[in-house]
């Protein structure tokens, strides 16, 4: 079965770090294209990070420098390691699957497996 | 970065209803645009990629067209299930951002 599941969620003061992770079973998280998107208490979806199978990381401007994503290929998990904790850091943090498909002649991505997610909270 | 946004930011329909909802891009993102259905304490769900394109087991009450800046998510006849919050997302460049959502409630 194809599946992700987000764990080291937790409660963290202001400026505190935080590793979450992502154990992925079904595929290979090197060969995809996985990401985190979080969701803030009430708020909408916003995108934070992406790894790309070659290992190209891009960050939203929210979390630059202070959030790193990577992945242990031998544990088929993704991670983020999140420094430098804000209170607009708190949310619910999804990993997920981008797939490719081919259409109409370009590749188009994705997200179609997600985590249950895993909630951040940064408060003192 | 692209900017998106959604119309309305909520509705009420029945069930049988047909319900649209509209995205709109800041700029050209030709066809890379996925629709997604989030129920509250659940992660999304695909629903369409490529702007029109039905994800994998997803009932063909869906449907979504456009292309360029301006895009649309169709439920041609809305069932209890499709209650929820509907969000659009570009696919085109990084940060690959999202809309701020639809939610859809019940008449």
């Known amino acids: 079965e194809v599946q992700l599941v987000e764990t080291g969620g937790g409660l963290i003061q202001p400026g505190g770090s935080l590793r979450l992770s992502c154990a992925a079973s079904?595929?290979?998280?090197?060969?995809?294209?996985m990401s985190w998107v979080r969701q803030a208490p009430g708020k909408g979806l916003e995108w934070v990070s992406v790894?790309?199978?070659?290992?190209?990381?891009y960050y939203a401007d929210s979390v630059k420098g202070r959030f790193t994503i990577s992945r242990d290929n031998s544990k088929n998990t993704l991670y983020l390691q999140m420094n430098s904790l804000r209170a607009e850091d708190t949310a619910v943090y999804y990993c997920a699957r981008a797939s490719q498909w081919l259409v109409r002649g370009y590749y188009y991505y994705g997200m179609d497996v997600w985590g249950q997610g895993t909630t951040v909270t940064v408060s003192s | 970065d692209i900017q998106m946004t959604q119309s309305p930011s909520s509705l009420s329909a029945s069930v049988g209803d047909r319900v649209t909802i509209t995205c709109r891009a800041s700029q050209s993102i030709s066809s890379y645009l996925n629709w997604y259905q989030q129920k509250p304490g659940k992660a999304p769900k695909l629903l369409i990629y490529?702007?029109?394109s039905l994800q994998s087991g997803v009932p063909s009450r869906f449907s979504g067209s456009g292309s360029g800046t301006d895009f649309t998510l169709t439920i041609s006849s809305l069932q209890p299930e499709d209650f929820a919050t509907y969000y659009c997302?570009?696919?085109?460049?990084?940060?690959?951002?999202f809309g701020p959502g639809t939610k859809v409630d019940i008449k």
């Open positions: 997302q570009q696919s085109y460049s990084t940060p690959g951002t």
């Open positions: 490529a702007a029109s």
């Open positions: 790894i790309y199978s070659g290992g190209s990381t």
């Open positions: 079904g595929f290979t998280v090197s060969s995809n294209y």
